[in-house]
């Protein structure tokens, strides 16, 4: 069964520091991997998908994220955080032999101190 | 272009109530899924319908169904609310050849008093 682990439920940097948010999946079959931003009292919204192409994935906003097969791992970078990055972040998979059904993460909160 | 809509906003219920919640896919998607989150818990799938019919279910009892529409909008029934029900409804929709990217919409509030 496919599994999604997102280390730290909350994150605190400062303005202008990097951001670390890190993913690891469990999957018996190549995964598509995702990372999804929520904002307070919002729908989720798609930052950067792994779909088999490219490892290193730029997404929305300044965000990027490698994907890593021998550490099964997705984490989610971004080199200096700004005010506006402050929200929940989810990281899902999915198997596409079996639909469409994703799998989050428990999300991480990230906080950005001026 | 118009994203993923649900309706209502909100919505408050007492235990033992039904509920409809009403979802219209992005443009040119013809696959919606609906997911549950629960305060500070990430979403949960359960189910998805694709072509009317409900292709993948997740580990959700019975009380819980859906309904697509031949113009791919979707409903999702809860029947005899419980307390454990509140939470945010997602609807997702995806297109058929996105490599399974799903685009959610903003939720609808649940709670059961």
């Known amino acids: 069964a496919q599994s999604v682990t997102q280390l730290g439920s909350h994150v605190s940097v400062s303005e202008g520091a990097l951001v670390l948010l890190r993913c690891n999946y469990s999957?018996?079959?190549?995964?598509?991997l995702f990372w999804y931003v929520q904002y307070p009292n919002q729908g989720l919204q798609l930052l950067l998908k792994?779909?088999?192409?490219?490892?290193l994935v730029k997404g929305i906003n300044g965000f990027e994220a490698e994907f890593k097969k021998s550490e099964t791992s997705f984490h989610l970078t971004k080199p200096s955080a700004h005010m506006s990055d402050a929200a929940e972040y989810f990281c899902?998979?999915?198997?596409?032999?079996?639909?469409?059904?994703?799998?989050f993460g428990q999300g991480t909160e990230l906080s950005v101190k001026p | 272009d118009a994203g993923v809509t649900q309706s209502p906003t909100h919505l408050i219920k007492t235990r033992g109530q039904q509920v409809t919640l009403r979802c219209s896919p992005k443009?040119?998607?013809?696959?919606v899924s609906w997911y549950q989150q629960a305060l500070g818990q990430g979403p949960q799938f359960i189910f998805q319908?694709?072509?009317?019919?409900?292709?993948q279910r997740g580990n959700f009892p019975d009380r819980f169904s859906g309904h697509q529409f031949p113009n791919y909008s979707s409903e999702l029934n809860v029947n005899a609310l419980l307390l454990g029900d509140s939470a945010l409804y997602l609807c997702?929709?995806?297109?058929?050849?996105?490599?399974?990217?799903?685009?959610f919409g903003p939720g609808t509030r649940l709670t059961v008093l």
């Open positions: 792994y779909t088999s192409a490219a490892t």
């Open positions: 899902a998979v999915t198997d596409r032999n079996q639909g469409g059904k994703l799998i």
């Open positions: 999957s018996s079959v190549p995964p598509y």
């Open positions: 997702a929709s995806e297109g058929t050849g996105t490599t399974d990217t799903q685009y």
């Open positions: 319908y694709y072509e009317e019919e409900e292709r």
């Open positions: 443009s040119g998607h013809d696959t």
